[in-house]
């Protein structure tokens, strides 16, 4: 097969491969492409608006000086060469000269249009096939800056949070210097040196510290080179001479948004350094890092490079002690309360990891938790005094009748675990302002019911599976259905608890249910309070029942046999005996199952107190699962475990046997017999005579039938057709 070759333009026109160069998933781009003309627009002039245009669309506009209309057709065209007044490091929102050909990509890929006014006039871009663009004036535009105006395709949603958010953060200062020859490597100003159009000195004069006549001074030497002619090793004495007529630039000229009321504020101003691959000077790049932490606002995090928000992926785990920041080269831990937090930096340079300018944040990871502890400390005085006092439990019970009475209609119906944890949510939110962990919400609703009862009518919802050898039945299992449930007689003497659904197809096709006249029982994972209440259950019947447990080699699985045996807080004293076949791990180790190592977490993961010290140990940096035995061996390893314990088939008393025999020979004569009775009755014969006879007054009823129907069903909704049907039935006398 021939090579295919693709030009890399064509990945910006196309929804599949957008994301790549955008650098965000696809249901982000709505997002950025408002994002990056919102930053182009603060970035000119310090100021912009943003708002929707129906039927899918958005606009941008601001009050600048405007865009020269001979550049639209270039600065739109996705098959531009890079292009970017940023190729000079300064602290400003954009990074890299993608942005307007994403917001074009975005365009083409959904089908959508977009428009421009600027100086006056409205012009209509038109994308080509080849990757180039044409502006069409369509129109006179009474507004002086720069509007720019998006519809997309179906494919594609508008969404101006980030836009509006990088609009809310246009605060403070701004840098108002140069660049400087201390943020380059030797690479990096040389490849600003190939880009660059202008003239030695005009590049020089770009410079912190060597502008006027020194800029003329600096560039003496090259009166006669053109600045993208200059080889490397002209470059970098190039950056030395500019070096040496300047001095660093310290983070506090770099500014940044400042303090904001009603939250904790600190500011840190540090600096990092970037290594030459091949050149003698590293970038030294200083930076702010400045956070707000507000204890009186929902758990969350905002990211902000150069006051916008970034497109990288980042994640706020919430603990109860500590919170967890993670994505762009961070996974720390911070010491805190919940809490909603902003974090800002400002530099000139931020090393990406992917087209979409995606940080990387590693360098400056510890000025990150630092700064975000500091704002934390100093945000505990705006905590109202009497929010330091409430707490979850008392909001939760205090309200719990009135959430019972709303999730049940006042009595009239049965209600979920979550309808009532929805129920009482609103509450939480409003007093603590932060979201109500559903896990939480059940384990003070299990104390409370341990303490009080249960709930009338409160059922969980189903969470695991119950399957029946011999009938093939499978019953899921919840708090309603267990409470119906009833025993088929003689069908099972053994079940199996196992925390792994995905086994079951094996065991049944292996028979193993069959064979061993064993009920299989699973809630993937723990064992579900309805679980442990269908084992109650069946303990209490008369026929002889055995309990089989089995689960992975590791702390959580000795943890699911623990606390299927332990006694619960809503129902004390577990009433069977549930016998433990393993996998355990010095079994594990013995059969030379493959083991997977773990990374030591720094608390000890918690492990079933009937597992021995070493073992116990062993748990806590590796695991075995049951999916690391084939299903041969699987089967065969349970089987022998089952061997130890097997008291044979299920086989009734004698009495049972008889009756059962008598039964089913008395099922075939008396459907025999009534055979017989038919067909000398002539049965067939006869209905087909009485159904002529009836005839004449079926036809009449026919005429309002459908009249009929409706009348009933509108005024007795509960009914079905059917049963209306049956109703008029009984009313024709035979």
């Known amino acids: 097969m021939d090579l295919i070759t693709t030009q890399d333009w064509t990945k910006f026109r196309n929804l599949e491969t957008l994301p790549q160069k955008a650098g965000v998933s696809r249901d982000k781009l709505g997002l950025l ?17 943003v708002g929707y245009v129906e039927p899918n669309g958005f606009y941008v506009k601001d009050q600048g000086e405007g865009i020269n209309p001979e550049l639209l057709p270039k600065l739109f065209s996705i098959n531009r060469p890079f292009l970017s007044s940023k190729i000079l490091r300064m602290p400003t929102r954009g990074a890299l000269g993608n942005g307007l050909r994403v917001v074009s990509g975005a365009v083409i890929a959904s089908g959508g249009s977009l428009c421009v006014s600027t100086r006056g006039q409205r012009y209509q871009i038109h994308f080509q096939a080849d990757g180039t663009s044409t502006a069409k004036q369509v129109g006179d535009s009474p507004h002086t800056g720069t509007k720019i105006e998006i519809q997309f395709g179906d494919s594609l949603t508008p969404n101006l949070k980030w836009a509006e958010s990088a609009i809310h953060f246009n605060q403070g200062e701004e840098y108002k210097g140069r660049t400087s020859g201390y943020w380059y490597t030797s690479e990096a100003f040389y490849e600003l040196c190939q880009g660059y159009t202008g003239s030695v000195r005009e590049l020089v004069a770009e410079f912190d510290g060597c502008t006027g006549t020194k800029a003329g001074k600096v560039a003496s030497d090259y009166k006669s080179k053109v600045v993208q002619s200059l080889s490397f090793a002209e470059t970098e004495l190039l950056l030395c001479v500019i070096r040496n007529n300047s001095k660093p630039v310290n983070g506090n000229r770099l500014f940044g948004i400042g303090e904001m009321s009603g939250n904790g504020y600190y500011r840190m101003d540090s600096q990092f350094t970037v290594d030459s691959g091949k050149g003698e000077y590293v970038a030294e790049i200083p930076y702010v890092m400045e956070a707000w932490v507000d204890y009186n606002q929902p758990h969350g995090l905002d990211f902000l490079m150069n006051k916008s928000p970034t497109t990288g992926q980042m ?12 994505g762009c080269g961070l996974f720390e831990d ?48 705006h905590i ?38 929805y129920a009482i949510r609103p509450y939480i939110n409003s007093e603590l302002g932060r979201q109500l962990e559903y896990g939480n919400f059940c384990g003070i609703i299990t104390n409370y019911e341990n303490e009080c009862g249960e709930i009338p009518n409160l059922y969980r919802d189903n969470r695991g599976v119950l399957y029946h050898p011999h009938t093939g039945e499978e019953i899921p299992i919840g708090t309603l259905t267990v409470q119906n449930y009833s025993r088929p007689n003689w069908t099972f003497n053994k079940i199996l608890y196992c925390e792994k659904e995905g086994l079951f197809p094996l065991l049944k096709q292996a028979k193993f249910p069959e064979r061993y006249d064993c009920a299989l029982v699973t809630s993937k994972g723990y064992a579900s309070r309805a679980v442990k209440d269908l084992l109650d259950m069946l303990g209490e019947t008369e026929e002889e029942l055995q309990f089989f447990c089995i689960h992975d080699a590791d702390a959580a699985g000795t943890k699911i046999y623990e606390t299927l045996v332990e006694e619960t807080k809503a129902r004390p004293g577990r009433k069977v005996r549930v016998i433990n076949l393993g996998l355990d791990p010095e079994e594990a180790v013995h059969m030379g199952l493959e083991v997977e190592k773990l990374e030591r977490k720094r608390d000890e993961k918690p492990v079933a107190g009937y597992v021995a010290g070493e073992w116990k140990d062993w748990l806590q940096t590796n695991r075995v699962e049951l999916n690391a035995m084939d299903s041969e061996l699987f089967v065969s390893w349970l089987e022998g475990k089952m061997s130890e314990y097997d008291k044979g088939k299920v086989i009734p008393d004698s009495s049972t046997l008889m009756l059962s025999l008598e039964q089913s020979i008395q099922q075939r004569v008396e459907q025999e017999i009534m055979n017989e009775i038919l067909r000398e009755a002539h049965l067939e014969e006869r209905v087909r005579q009485r159904m002529l006879h009836l005839s004449p007054e079926l036809s009449e009823r026919y005429k309002v039938l459908e009249e009929e129907v409706y009348h009933v069903l509108d005024n007795q909704r509960e009914q079905c057709w059917r049963e209306v049907i049956s109703n008029i039935s009984d009313q024709i006398e035979l």
């Not at 979409?356 to 510890?366: F, N, Q």
Request: charged share 25%; proline share 7%.
């Open 315 to 326: 994640s706020w785990y919430r603990g109860k002690q500590e919170q967890t920041i993670s």
């Open 33 to 49: 492409v408002a994002k990056e003309l919102a930053d182009n627009a603060l970035d000119h002039c310090g100021h912009c608006e």
């Open 334 to 381: 911070i010491k805190m309360k919940p809490a909603r937090v902003v974090v800002n930096m400002i530099t000139p340079y931020m090393p990406i990891i992917s087209d979409g300018k995606a940080p990387d944040l590693r360098p400056m990871k510890e000025t990150i938790v630092a700064v975000i502890q500091k704002a934390a400390k100093r945000a505990k005085k």
């Open 384 to 421: 109202p005094p009497t929010d330091k006092k409430k707490s979850q439990k008392v909001i939760i019970l205090s309200h719990l009748q009135v959430a019972i009475d709303k999730a049940s209609g006042n009595g009239k119906y049965p209600f979920s675990l979550r309808q009532l944890y």
